[in-house]
């Protein structure tokens, strides 16, 4: 028997991560999505949990489950958003890992949709609210807020960008312009942008050591 998470930087800190694209529903059997696998937030929430963290996960999709890791599935932002809202209030950490939809449809079909002679169907789209916004704006002075940028262009500009506009702590910006790294995929690279400091890159590797490095990093911020 291998005695597990009876030591670490994380004993007595509580952190909230997300996982998973949103799924925003149209009709009683269809959905939005995105490609969003869940595995970067799943290694955040080993690397939480190896650290001797009380993890709580919040995700759209059930891939292992974790020692030391409770797990609360969701589907919709609005319930990612009330799930991370009530474990955060408590929480020392958020880590928010997750795709979240930026639009859902205007509105929910109670019945199917048909399809109507030789038309096609134009949907009408309104917008999620900001998960990572919203927590970063109302977090306590001890509470550290993380987040991802996904960008295909000027990286750097827009992971710093979201920094503030999300008043984060630290934001991971990643590339996701690039097929063997970023979302489905098992490896990740990425830079980390703190506020005062210059940004830090770690080059290509397996997504649990790029979350265990990221998990290191959030540990000195205090
Ligand atoms: N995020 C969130 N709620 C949303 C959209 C994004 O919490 N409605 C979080 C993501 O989990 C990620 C960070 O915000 O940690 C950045 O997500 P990203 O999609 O890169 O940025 P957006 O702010 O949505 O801007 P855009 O997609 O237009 O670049
Ligand atoms: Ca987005």
Avoid: C, W
Avoid at 32 to 54: D, I, V
Avoid at 71 to 83: D, I, P
Avoid at 172 to 182: L, Y
């Amino acid at each position: 028997v291998r005695l597990r998470a009876k030591s670490g930087l994380l004993i007595g800190k509580k952190v909230v991560i997300t996982a998973g694209g949103t799924r925003e529903a149209l009709d009683p059997v269809r959905y939005l999505t995105n490609r969003s696998s869940g595995k970067m937030g799943y290694a955040l929430a080993r690397a939480a949990a190896e650290n001797g963290a009380e993890v709580v996960l919040i995700t759209t999709t059930a891939r292992e489950n974790i020692f030391g890791v409770e797990q609360v599935f969701v589907s919709s932002t609005q319930e990612m958003l009330v799930a991370v809202t009530h474990a955060f209030s408590d929480a020392d950490i958020f880590i928010s890992a997750a795709a979240v939809s930026d639009f859902k449809p205007a509105e929910f079909a109670t019945h199917k949709i048909k399809k109507q002679t030789d038309s096609g169907l134009t949907l009408n789209l309104v917008q999620n609210p900001d998960i990572l916004q919203t927590i970063g704006q109302s977090k306590k002075t001890n509470q550290i807020v993380v987040g991802f940028a996904a960008e295909t262009q000027e990286i750097l500009a827009h992971g710093k960008e979201k920094l503030i506009k999300k008043q984060a702590d630290m934001i991971i910006a990643n590339d996701v312009s690039k097929s063997d790294t970023g979302f489905s995929s098992d490896d990740n690279a990425v830079t980390i942008l703190i506020p005062d400091h210059l940004p830090e890159t770690l080059s290509k590797t397996s997504k649990i050591e790029i979350a265990r490095a990221i998990m290191a990093r959030i540990i000195t911020l205090k």
